[in-house]
Protein backbone atom coordinates (compact mmCIF):
# COMPACT_ATOMS: atom_id res chain seq x y z
CA UNK A 1 0.00 0.00 0.00
CA UNK A 2 0.59 3.24 -0.60
CA UNK A 3 0.67 4.42 -3.73
CA UNK A 4 -2.81 6.46 -4.38
CA UNK A 5 -3.71 7.06 -8.30
CA UNK A 6 -6.65 8.95 -9.34
CA UNK A 7 -8.21 9.37 -12.88
CA UNK A 8 -11.05 10.95 -14.32
CA UNK A 9 -12.30 9.63 -17.58
CA UNK A 10 -14.81 11.87 -19.39
CA UNK A 11 -17.36 9.81 -22.02
CA UNK A 12 -19.66 11.45 -23.94
CA UNK A 13 -22.67 9.35 -25.45
CA UNK A 14 -24.71 11.73 -27.73
CA UNK A 15 -26.18 13.46 -25.08
CA UNK A 16 -24.94 11.83 -21.91
CA UNK A 17 -21.77 13.06 -20.55
CA UNK A 18 -20.53 10.18 -18.48
CA UNK A 19 -17.67 10.95 -15.32
CA UNK A 20 -15.60 7.85 -14.35
CA UNK A 21 -13.33 8.11 -11.65
CA UNK A 22 -11.28 5.35 -10.46
CA UNK A 23 -8.76 5.57 -7.20
CA UNK A 24 -6.57 3.07 -5.97
CA UNK A 25 -4.73 2.42 -3.00
CA UNK A 26 -2.67 -0.90 -4.53
CA UNK A 27 1.04 -0.06 -4.74
CA UNK A 28 1.74 -1.45 -8.25
CA UNK A 29 5.46 -1.49 -9.73
CA UNK A 30 6.36 1.87 -11.70
CA UNK A 31 3.75 4.02 -10.57
CA UNK A 32 5.49 4.61 -7.08
CA UNK A 33 7.77 7.47 -8.28
CA UNK A 34 4.98 9.10 -9.43
CA UNK A 35 2.88 9.15 -6.39
CA UNK A 36 -0.21 11.37 -7.42
CA UNK A 37 -0.21 14.92 -4.89
CA UNK A 38 -3.84 14.71 -6.05
CA UNK A 39 -5.23 11.62 -3.98
CA UNK A 40 -3.73 12.80 -0.76
CA UNK A 41 -5.22 16.42 -1.00
CA UNK A 42 -8.61 15.24 0.59
CA UNK A 43 -12.40 15.06 -0.65
CA UNK A 44 -12.72 18.17 -0.87
CA UNK A 45 -10.19 19.76 -2.80
CA UNK A 46 -10.62 16.56 -5.26
CA UNK A 47 -14.38 17.83 -5.43
CA UNK A 48 -13.57 20.86 -6.25
CA UNK A 49 -11.12 19.93 -9.06
CA UNK A 50 -13.62 17.11 -10.32
CA UNK A 51 -16.39 20.05 -10.31
CA UNK A 52 -14.54 22.54 -12.53
CA UNK A 53 -13.47 19.92 -15.08
CA UNK A 54 -17.12 18.77 -15.56
CA UNK A 55 -18.06 22.45 -15.79
CA UNK A 56 -15.22 22.75 -18.48
CA UNK A 57 -16.77 20.04 -20.19
CA UNK A 58 -20.48 21.09 -19.97
CA UNK A 59 -19.09 24.79 -21.68
CA UNK A 60 -17.87 22.89 -24.41
CA UNK A 61 -20.34 20.65 -25.51
CA UNK A 62 -23.43 22.67 -25.60
CA UNK A 63 -25.65 19.51 -27.13
CA UNK A 64 -25.08 17.56 -23.59
CA UNK A 65 -28.29 17.02 -22.05
CA UNK A 66 -27.89 14.62 -18.98
CA UNK A 67 -24.83 13.42 -17.04
CA UNK A 68 -24.59 10.14 -15.07
CA UNK A 69 -21.32 9.08 -12.62
CA UNK A 70 -19.34 6.15 -12.38
CA UNK A 71 -17.35 5.91 -9.43
CA UNK A 72 -14.72 3.55 -7.99
CA UNK A 73 -13.75 3.75 -4.23
CA UNK A 74 -12.74 7.31 -2.95
CA UNK A 75 -13.63 8.61 -6.05
CA UNK A 76 -17.46 7.97 -4.96
CA UNK A 77 -17.23 10.22 -2.21
CA UNK A 78 -15.43 12.72 -4.86
CA UNK A 79 -17.92 12.26 -6.55
CA UNK A 80 -20.26 12.80 -4.16
CA UNK A 81 -18.85 16.42 -3.64
CA UNK A 82 -18.90 17.53 -6.87
CA UNK A 83 -22.33 17.22 -7.32
CA UNK A 84 -23.15 19.23 -4.30
CA UNK A 85 -21.00 21.83 -6.06
CA UNK A 86 -22.76 21.34 -9.44
CA UNK A 87 -26.39 20.93 -8.39
CA UNK A 88 -28.42 24.02 -9.55
CA UNK A 89 -31.55 25.23 -8.18
CA UNK A 90 -35.23 24.06 -10.19
CA UNK A 91 -35.36 27.92 -12.16
CA UNK A 92 -38.89 29.18 -11.38
CA UNK A 93 -39.54 28.78 -7.34
CA UNK A 94 -43.08 27.12 -7.89
CA UNK A 95 -45.06 27.58 -4.50
CA UNK A 96 -45.71 23.97 -3.72
CA UNK A 97 -49.22 22.66 -4.82
CA UNK A 98 -49.98 19.59 -3.60
CA UNK A 99 -52.69 18.40 -5.23
CA UNK A 100 -53.59 15.44 -5.61
CA UNK A 101 -53.63 14.10 -9.16
CA UNK A 102 -49.88 15.61 -9.28
CA UNK A 103 -49.86 15.77 -12.44
CA UNK A 104 -48.05 18.82 -12.99
CA UNK A 105 -44.19 18.29 -13.00
CA UNK A 106 -42.22 20.01 -11.07
CA UNK A 107 -39.36 21.61 -12.20
CA UNK A 108 -36.33 19.80 -11.30
CA UNK A 109 -32.81 21.18 -10.24
CA UNK A 110 -29.67 19.85 -12.42
CA UNK A 111 -26.58 18.93 -12.30
CA UNK A 112 -24.42 21.76 -13.51
CA UNK A 113 -27.65 22.51 -16.10
CA UNK A 114 -27.92 18.50 -17.63
CA UNK A 115 -30.37 15.93 -16.37
CA UNK A 116 -29.08 14.18 -13.50
CA UNK A 117 -29.52 9.80 -14.44
CA UNK A 118 -27.50 7.42 -13.22
CA UNK A 119 -24.85 7.90 -9.75
CA UNK A 120 -22.85 4.69 -9.34
CA UNK A 121 -20.16 3.98 -6.83
CA UNK A 122 -17.93 0.43 -6.83
CA UNK A 123 -16.66 -0.33 -3.79
CA UNK A 124 -16.71 3.69 -1.86
CA UNK A 125 -15.91 3.81 1.53
CA UNK A 126 -19.42 5.85 2.28
CA UNK A 127 -19.52 5.57 6.09
CA UNK A 128 -15.48 6.29 6.45
CA UNK A 129 -12.78 3.69 6.95
CA UNK A 130 -12.96 3.82 10.69
CA UNK A 131 -13.64 0.98 12.99
CA UNK A 132 -15.79 -1.70 12.84
CA UNK A 133 -13.69 -3.96 10.42
CA UNK A 134 -14.07 -0.96 7.81
CA UNK A 135 -10.70 -1.52 6.84
CA UNK A 136 -10.16 -5.18 6.99
CA UNK A 137 -6.38 -4.98 6.12
CA UNK A 138 -6.57 -4.01 9.62
CA UNK A 139 -7.88 -7.48 10.82
CA UNK A 140 -10.96 -4.85 12.44
CA UNK A 141 -7.85 -4.98 15.84
CA UNK A 142 -9.44 -2.15 17.30
CA UNK A 143 -5.73 -0.92 18.41
CA UNK A 144 -4.55 -1.12 15.13
CA UNK A 145 -7.51 0.91 14.00
CA UNK A 146 -6.94 3.92 16.28
CA UNK A 147 -3.07 3.36 15.87
CA UNK A 148 -3.94 3.68 11.62
CA UNK A 149 -5.89 6.51 12.62
CA UNK A 150 -3.21 8.74 13.57
CA UNK A 151 -0.39 7.15 11.12
CA UNK A 152 -2.48 7.80 7.98
CA UNK A 153 -2.65 11.42 8.52
CA UNK A 154 0.52 11.09 7.38
CA UNK A 155 0.61 8.98 4.65
CA UNK A 156 -2.91 10.35 3.28
CA UNK A 157 -2.76 13.35 4.55
CA UNK A 158 -6.03 15.20 4.35
CA UNK A 159 -7.91 11.92 2.69
CA UNK A 160 -6.96 9.96 5.13
CA UNK A 161 -8.38 12.05 7.78
CA UNK A 162 -11.61 12.40 5.58
CA UNK A 163 -11.93 8.68 5.78
CA UNK A 164 -11.19 8.00 9.06
CA UNK A 165 -13.88 11.33 10.11
CA UNK A 166 -10.71 12.87 12.32
CA UNK A 167 -11.10 15.74 10.07
CA UNK A 168 -12.49 19.13 11.65
CA UNK A 169 -11.87 21.76 9.59
CA UNK A 170 -12.48 25.33 11.79
CA UNK A 171 -14.03 23.24 14.02
CA UNK A 172 -16.49 22.02 11.82
CA UNK A 173 -18.07 18.24 11.52
CA UNK A 174 -16.12 15.40 10.17
CA UNK A 175 -16.73 15.73 5.84
CA UNK A 176 -18.51 12.82 5.93
CA UNK A 177 -21.16 13.94 7.96
CA UNK A 178 -21.44 17.37 6.62
CA UNK A 179 -22.13 15.71 3.14
CA UNK A 180 -25.07 14.46 4.34
CA UNK A 181 -26.63 18.09 4.66
CA UNK A 182 -27.10 21.12 1.60
CA UNK A 183 -25.96 23.92 3.31
CA UNK A 184 -25.02 27.54 1.83
CA UNK A 185 -23.71 26.42 -1.73
CA UNK A 186 -23.18 22.93 -1.15
CA UNK A 187 -26.15 20.72 -2.21
CA UNK A 188 -24.83 17.59 -0.86
CA UNK A 189 -28.52 15.91 -0.53
CA UNK A 190 -29.87 17.82 -2.99
CA UNK A 191 -27.83 17.07 -5.78
CA UNK A 192 -27.97 13.02 -4.60
CA UNK A 193 -31.46 12.80 -4.73
CA UNK A 194 -32.11 13.99 -8.14
CA UNK A 195 -30.74 11.40 -9.48
CA UNK A 196 -33.07 8.65 -11.61
CA UNK A 197 -30.97 5.73 -10.00
CA UNK A 198 -28.48 5.32 -7.27
CA UNK A 199 -26.41 2.20 -7.34
CA UNK A 200 -23.82 0.72 -5.05
CA UNK A 201 -21.50 -2.25 -6.06
CA UNK A 202 -19.66 -4.06 -2.86
CA UNK A 203 -17.34 -6.62 -2.46
CA UNK A 204 -19.35 -8.71 0.73
CA UNK A 205 -15.62 -10.02 0.96
CA UNK A 206 -11.97 -10.21 0.42
CA UNK A 207 -11.90 -6.51 -0.44
CA UNK A 208 -8.88 -5.52 1.77
CA UNK A 209 -9.34 -1.70 1.54
CA UNK A 210 -12.90 -0.71 1.41
CA UNK A 211 -15.18 -3.23 4.15
CA UNK A 212 -18.62 -4.25 2.64
CA UNK A 213 -20.52 -2.34 5.24
CA UNK A 214 -19.72 0.87 4.29
CA UNK A 215 -19.57 0.32 0.50
CA UNK A 216 -23.31 -0.95 0.63
CA UNK A 217 -24.37 1.75 3.77
CA UNK A 218 -25.90 -1.14 5.85
CA UNK A 219 -25.95 -1.34 9.46
CA UNK A 220 -24.41 -4.85 10.88
CA UNK A 221 -27.80 -6.26 11.19
CA UNK A 222 -28.90 -5.87 7.77
CA UNK A 223 -25.88 -7.81 5.85
CA UNK A 224 -27.54 -9.75 4.03
CA UNK A 225 -27.34 -14.33 4.01
CA UNK A 226 -25.56 -14.66 0.16
CA UNK A 227 -25.51 -17.60 -1.32
CA UNK A 228 -24.21 -18.40 -4.64
CA UNK A 229 -24.86 -16.52 -7.83
CA UNK A 230 -27.93 -15.32 -8.76
CA UNK A 231 -27.80 -14.91 -12.45
CA UNK A 232 -25.87 -17.01 -14.75
CA UNK A 233 -25.39 -14.06 -17.09
CA UNK A 234 -23.25 -12.31 -13.48
CA UNK A 235 -21.76 -15.22 -11.79
CA UNK A 236 -20.19 -12.88 -9.46
CA UNK A 237 -23.11 -11.03 -8.19
CA UNK A 238 -24.60 -12.86 -5.39
CA UNK A 239 -27.45 -10.44 -4.11
CA UNK A 240 -29.41 -7.45 -5.08
CA UNK A 241 -31.33 -5.56 -3.46
CA UNK A 242 -33.36 -2.19 -4.10
CA UNK A 243 -33.64 -0.23 -1.13
CA UNK A 244 -36.80 2.85 -1.00
CA UNK A 245 -36.26 5.92 0.72
CA UNK A 246 -36.58 5.91 4.54
CA UNK A 247 -39.38 8.10 5.68
CA UNK A 248 -37.71 11.85 6.22
CA UNK A 249 -39.89 11.30 9.23
CA UNK A 250 -37.71 8.43 10.79
CA UNK A 251 -34.60 10.27 10.09
CA UNK A 252 -34.03 12.30 13.43
CA UNK A 253 -30.85 13.77 14.06
CA UNK A 254 -29.93 11.80 17.10
CA UNK A 255 -27.17 14.75 17.96
CA UNK A 256 -26.48 18.41 16.66
CA UNK A 257 -23.35 18.07 18.53
CA UNK A 258 -20.42 15.91 17.55
CA UNK A 259 -19.35 13.74 20.46
CA UNK A 260 -16.41 11.68 18.84
CA UNK A 261 -18.28 8.52 19.03
CA UNK A 262 -17.81 6.94 15.74
CA UNK A 263 -20.52 4.11 16.14
CA UNK A 264 -22.96 7.05 16.61
CA UNK A 265 -21.55 9.23 13.62
CA UNK A 266 -21.68 5.87 11.52
CA UNK A 267 -25.39 5.26 12.29
CA UNK A 268 -25.91 9.20 11.37
CA UNK A 269 -24.29 8.44 8.37
CA UNK A 270 -26.49 4.96 7.72
CA UNK A 271 -29.67 6.93 8.17
CA UNK A 272 -28.54 10.07 6.28
CA UNK A 273 -27.74 8.46 3.36
CA UNK A 274 -30.83 6.05 3.75
CA UNK A 275 -33.46 9.21 2.91
CA UNK A 276 -32.82 8.70 -0.40
CA UNK A 277 -33.48 5.15 -2.46
CA UNK A 278 -30.23 2.54 -3.85
CA UNK A 279 -30.22 0.08 -5.54
CA UNK A 280 -27.37 -2.48 -3.51
CA UNK A 281 -25.75 -4.62 -5.81
CA UNK A 282 -23.57 -6.98 -3.92
CA UNK A 283 -20.72 -8.91 -5.77
CA UNK A 284 -18.11 -11.78 -4.08
CA UNK A 285 -14.89 -13.26 -5.72
CA UNK A 286 -14.77 -15.58 -3.24
CA UNK A 287 -14.07 -18.91 -5.63
CA UNK A 288 -11.81 -16.40 -7.67
CA UNK A 289 -8.33 -17.18 -8.38
CA UNK A 290 -7.53 -13.33 -7.78
CA UNK A 291 -10.29 -13.02 -4.38
CA UNK A 292 -7.62 -10.72 -2.31
CA UNK A 293 -7.25 -8.62 -5.22
CA UNK A 294 -11.35 -7.79 -4.74
CA UNK A 295 -10.70 -4.03 -4.73
CA UNK A 296 -9.30 -4.34 -8.45
CA UNK A 297 -11.37 -6.78 -9.84
CA UNK A 298 -14.60 -5.51 -9.36
CA UNK A 299 -13.40 -2.36 -11.63
CA UNK A 300 -11.37 -4.71 -13.84
CA UNK A 301 -8.66 -2.63 -13.53
CA UNK A 302 -6.39 -4.52 -15.38
CA UNK A 303 -8.13 -5.84 -18.40
CA UNK A 304 -6.38 -9.36 -18.37
CA UNK A 305 -5.38 -9.80 -14.89
CA UNK A 306 -9.08 -8.67 -13.54
CA UNK A 307 -11.15 -10.05 -16.29
CA UNK A 308 -13.41 -11.95 -14.10
CA UNK A 309 -14.71 -9.02 -12.66
CA UNK A 310 -15.85 -8.52 -16.64
CA UNK A 311 -19.84 -9.68 -15.71
CA UNK A 312 -19.98 -6.56 -12.89
CA UNK A 313 -19.09 -4.09 -15.58
CA UNK A 314 -21.52 -5.92 -18.11
CA UNK A 315 -24.44 -5.60 -15.30
CA UNK A 316 -23.21 -2.18 -14.57
CA UNK A 317 -24.00 -1.28 -18.98
CA UNK A 318 -27.20 -3.62 -19.37
CA UNK A 319 -28.53 -1.50 -16.19
CA UNK A 320 -27.39 2.00 -17.12
CA UNK A 321 -29.97 4.33 -18.14
CA UNK A 322 -28.97 6.53 -21.00
C1 LIG B 1 4.34 12.31 -13.11
O1 LIG B 1 3.30 12.49 -14.05
C2 LIG B 1 3.29 13.76 -14.64
C3 LIG B 1 2.06 13.88 -15.51
O2 LIG B 1 1.62 12.65 -15.97
C4 LIG B 1 4.59 13.97 -15.41
O3 LIG B 1 4.60 15.24 -16.02
C5 LIG B 1 5.76 13.84 -14.47
O4 LIG B 1 6.97 13.95 -15.17
C6 LIG B 1 5.71 12.52 -13.72
N1 LIG B 1 6.72 12.50 -12.69
C7 LIG B 1 7.52 11.47 -12.48
C8 LIG B 1 8.50 11.61 -11.37
O5 LIG B 1 7.47 10.45 -13.15
C1 LIG C 1 -31.95 11.89 -20.62
O1 LIG C 1 -32.23 10.81 -19.76
C2 LIG C 1 -33.58 10.47 -19.65
C3 LIG C 1 -33.71 9.38 -18.62
O2 LIG C 1 -32.88 8.29 -18.90
C4 LIG C 1 -34.12 10.05 -21.01
O3 LIG C 1 -35.50 9.76 -20.92
C5 LIG C 1 -33.88 11.16 -22.00
O4 LIG C 1 -34.26 10.74 -23.28
C6 LIG C 1 -32.41 11.58 -22.02
N1 LIG C 1 -32.26 12.74 -22.86
C7 LIG C 1 -31.44 12.78 -23.89
C8 LIG C 1 -31.42 14.03 -24.69
O5 LIG C 1 -30.73 11.82 -24.18
Known amino acids: MGVAMFGVVKILILYQL????SWSMESSAGSEQNMSKLTLDGVDVMGERLTKEVLDVIQQKPNLRNISFVAHSVGGLVARYAIGRLYRPPKEEVKEDISSNGCKEEPRGTIGGLE????????SPHLGSRGNKQVPFLFGV???EKAASRVIHWIFRRTGRHLFLTDDDEGKPPLLKRMLEDHDEFYFMSALRLFKRRVLYSNVG???IVGWRTSSIRRNSELPKWKESLNEMYPHIVYEEHCKAC???QYETISTEYDGSSDKLEEELVRGLSRVSWEKIDVSFHTSRLRFAAHSVIQVKDEVMHIEGADVIQHMIDHFLT
Do not use: Q
Open 206 to 208: YDH
Open 142 to 144: TAF
Open 247 to 249: DAD
Open 18 to 21: IILL
Open 116 to 123: AVNFITVA
